[in-house]
Nanobody, 116 residues
Framework: QVQLVESGGGLVQAGGSLRLSCAAS????????MGWFRQAPGKQREFVAV???????NIAGSVKGRFTISRDNAKNTMYLQMNSLKPEDTAVYYC??????????WGQGTQITVSS
C-alpha cells in the first residue's frame, strides 16, 4: 500500500506560479510511474502529466510549455511546477502512483484556484 499526500495548492492570480508536491510512503517509490491528474467542477478527471520510473515524462497538450513534472526518489516526492497559470487551470489536482496492472493509488487532492 502506498499513501500519497499532496501539498502546495491554493489561490493564485492568472499568470502566476505554484509548485505542487506529492509525498509518497513506502520503500518502492522509485519503481512507480507517478502522475498528476485534475478535475474541474462538472468535468471528468483528466490527465496532466506523468513521469516514469526512468524519469521519462509526458505532458498534456493543454499545459505543455507551462507545467513541468519532476521527481526526487531520495525524498519519495514528485513535483508539478506550474507557470503562467490560467483560470482554466482551476481544478482539484490529484497525485497518482501506478505500478503494473494492480497497483494504482491516489492522493486526496489539492485545490488550485486561478483568478482572472
Amino acid at each position: 500500500q502506498v499513501q500519497l499526500v499532496e501539498s502546495g495548492g491554493g489561490l493564485v492570480q492568472a499568470g502566476g506560479s505554484l509548485r505542487l508536491s506529492c509525498a509518497a510512503s513506502g520503500r518502492t517509490f522509485s519503481l512507480y510511474a507517478m502522475g498528476w491528474f485534475r478535475q474541474a467542477p462538472g468535468k471528468q478527471r483528466e490527465f496532466v502529466a506523468v513521469i516514469g520510473s526512468g524519469s521519462s515524462t509526458n505532458i498534456a497538450g493543454s499545459v505543455k510549455g507551462r507545467f513541468t513534472i519532476s521527481r526526487d526518489n531520495a525524498k519519495n516526492t514528485m513535483y508539478l511546477q506550474m507557470n503562467s497559470l490560467k483560470p482554466e487551470d482551476t481544478a482539484v489536482y490529484y497525485c497518482n502512483a501506478k505500478l503494473g496492472y494492480n497497483r494504482n493509488y491516489w492522493g486526496q487532492g489539492t485545490q488550485i484556484t486561478v483568478s482572472s
